[in-house]
């Protein structure tokens, strides 16, 4: 990163350390309305330096070859595809894969980041799916919590030499699980019991949404490999371009 970038990105993280300091706050797709105001400017700030980041990241990516813009875009559309499926819960939020651990893999935690960010607006806006006011809540569980935890368990995995498969499977069901693990606290935040508080709050939130996710967790690990064995049969250069080691 350059001397300004780097700046930009110290800029961003002290504002979003200033900003999201709210009074008694702690907020997959959450909903239009289920989160106060202050909710809502307070998850958006917080993901301020980690899109910063990530568009510094992608920018890279774009300046030193063009042939990982393909790549870079079909990870975007998978996001798009797998997150779009959603499976109704009565909490007021919904249960379906992210799509999130593929970019991950690929491209780091903060280009994922922007193309997440991408994704929930278009669906908030086309789809209904979501809200422009919860962005900043959705963004930090899918597009950032997420794909962190999926990215860490890639780089363990293959520090480790764990089988390559088996650690494309851990990392995308993983990070799965860990975005409806950071919802539910959001929500808990939000809507905390009245008698066991944010705890308590989240321990329900999580079991609503555990019959539904576990499995679904499962699925997107497994649909995940598939596409990482398709990439690199009929993609090798493309993930070549990123150094991607096959």
Known sequence: MTKLQKRTLRISIVLAAFLAVSPAAGAMHIMEGYLSPAFCIAWGVVCIPFLVKGFFEMKKVFAENRKAVTILAMAGAYIFVLSALKIPSVTGSCSHMTGTGLAAILFGPCTTGVLGI???IFQAVLLAHGGLTTLGANTFSMAIAGPAISYGI???????NVNKRVGIF????A??????????FQLAFA?????GGVLASAAKFLGV?????????VVEGLLTVMIMVALENYAAQELKAIRFEK
């Open 118 to 120: 991408i994704v929930l």
């Open 154 to 160: 890639w780089l363990v995995c293959r520090k480790c």
């Open 170 to 173: 851990l990392a995308a069901a």
């Open 175 to 184: 990070g799965d699980l860990f975005t409806y693990c950071i919802t539910s």
């Open 191 to 195: 809507y905390p019991d009245p008698n």
């Open 209 to 217: 949404f555990a019959p539904t996710q576990l499995p679904l967790a």
